[in-house]
């Protein structure tokens, strides 16, 4: 299984042995608890398997990416403030919860090298950087073929870049990120 889990909403996609399409499910992200945001993950799962008709025992693993920085060695996140999370170990609260290997790592990672290996079918390219505008902004950057975590794992956070000195109150505590003006978020907000 594959987990986005973002801000707003959780997405998932249970694939079989030939990475082939079993069954989708999108629920709301629940944020305002560690425990919320793991039941409302383990609700995603449990969705996707009963529409395959499987079993939590028939999974190999579950990759999830999210949002911040983590450390895809331990499975912890360091910091996701779109998920309010500081110092949690998601990975092995999640493994345990589910008897399964979890993989973890930043969202916008996962996206980058996954459309990196699409650009790779398309023709040969060997650097690329990902943006995505949702809840945030981040981008995921592949150089010379490896994905690009940065010294921090924080390479690609480029939403708490401060743009507007003194701007809108961030998630991340900090005013003016570029995050509080381009964001899928922020434009609602300005729309408003």
Sequence with gaps: ????????????????????????????????????????????????????QATREQLSGIGIGIPGQVNPVSGDV?????????????????????????????????????????????EPVNNIAYLSLGTGVAAGIVLNGRLHRGSNGMAGEIGHITVEPGGALCNCGARGCLE???SGTAIVKQAL
């Design 180 to 182: 509080t003006i381009i």
């Design 78 to 122: 360091a910091l996701a403030v779109n998920l309010n999370l500081k110092a949690y170990p998601l990975g092995q609260v999640m493994s345990t919860r589910l008897n399964t290997p979890i993989f973890l790592e930043n969202d916008l990672n996962i996206a980058a090298l996954g459309v990196y290996r699409w650009l790779r079918e398309q």
């Design 1 to 52: 299984i594959g987990l986005d889990i973002g801000g707003t909403k959780i997405e998932a996609l249970l694939v079989d042995e030939h990475m082939q399409p079993c069954a989708r499910a999108k629920h709301a992200t629940d944020v305002s608890h560690p425990d919320n945001l793991v039941t409302s993950a383990i609700t995603a799962v449990d969705d996707v398997l009963s529409q395959a």
